[in-house]
């Protein structure tokens, strides 16, 4: 099955500075990676997707980058502020399979004001 | 539209008790999905459904754990009897057919559970 490694597991910046979040899967027949966002108390909220026929995909200050060849996938967060505090979980599954999404082991954003 | 909605929020029970939870999907989506989050892990899927059949199980523990989705929208998960193990948030999602493709999946808040 899928598995996905996720890099680091915690992480501090100051507000303003940039923060990047890296995964790894092995599974060549994922088509899919979303990033959801967990705040404390609540579910995982889908912040930013992408497919596997994209390489990079931008919305507003999220950016996520897929290399297929080297299977990883990383979420870039600019002009960070202090609501963008949270765990970050990334995630890959094939849609056109069962569509069950694998999870990372997930990242505790902290932005400091 | 309307989320994911699931109950209880919360539940706590003594090891070896019985325990229900409940979640309705967003309206129109064919595929419902049950995953467990242990503390400080990302989630871990149970069971999925297709309309009201079961796509896959195989991670299900299915001496204690029991799923259905009788009209293939609302679903029960339940679990008895509980361990201590059995400690986390119990997220239902759903997610739309379009084809053969599913697509994205959205989460419910989750239901806490806690076992002593």
């Known amino acids: 099955g899928e598995n996905v490694e996720q890099h680091p597991s915690t992480l501090s910046v100051q507000e303003g500075d940039s923060a990047v979040i890296k995964c790894t899967y092995s599974?060549?027949?994922?088509?899919?990676f979303p990033w959801y966002k967990q705040e404390l108390g609540k579910g995982p909220q889908l912040i930013i997707d992408i497919r596997s026929n994209v390489g990079e995909k931008k919305d507003q200050r999220i950016a996520v980058t897929l290399n297929k060849t080297a299977k990883h996938f990383s979420l870039h967060i600019t002009e960070t502020q202090p609501e963008d505090s949270a765990v970050y979980f990334c995630a890959a599954t094939s849609q056109t399979g069962a569509n069950n999404l694998f999870f990372g082991t997930g990242t505790r954003l902290t932005v400091i004001p | 539209e309307a989320g994911v909605a699931q109950s209880p929020r919360y539940k706590i029970i003594e090891k070896r008790q019985s325990v229900a939870f409940w979640c309705n999907p967003i309206s129109g989506h064919a595929t419902l999905y049950w995953y467990q989050q242990i503390l400080g892990q990302g989630p871990k899927l149970l069971i999925q459904f297709q309309n009201n059949g079961v796509v896959d199980d195989s991670q299900l523990p299915k001496d204690r754990f029991s799923a259905e989705r009788l009209k293939g929208v609302d679903s029960t998960l339940k679990i008895q009897p509980a361990k201590l193990e059995d400690s986390a948030v119990y997220l239902c999602a759903s997610s739309p057919l379009r084809g053969r493709v599913k697509k994205t999946q959205y989460f419910g808040p989750g239901t806490r559970l806690l076992v002593l």
């Open positions: 599974d060549s027949a994922s088509n899919y």
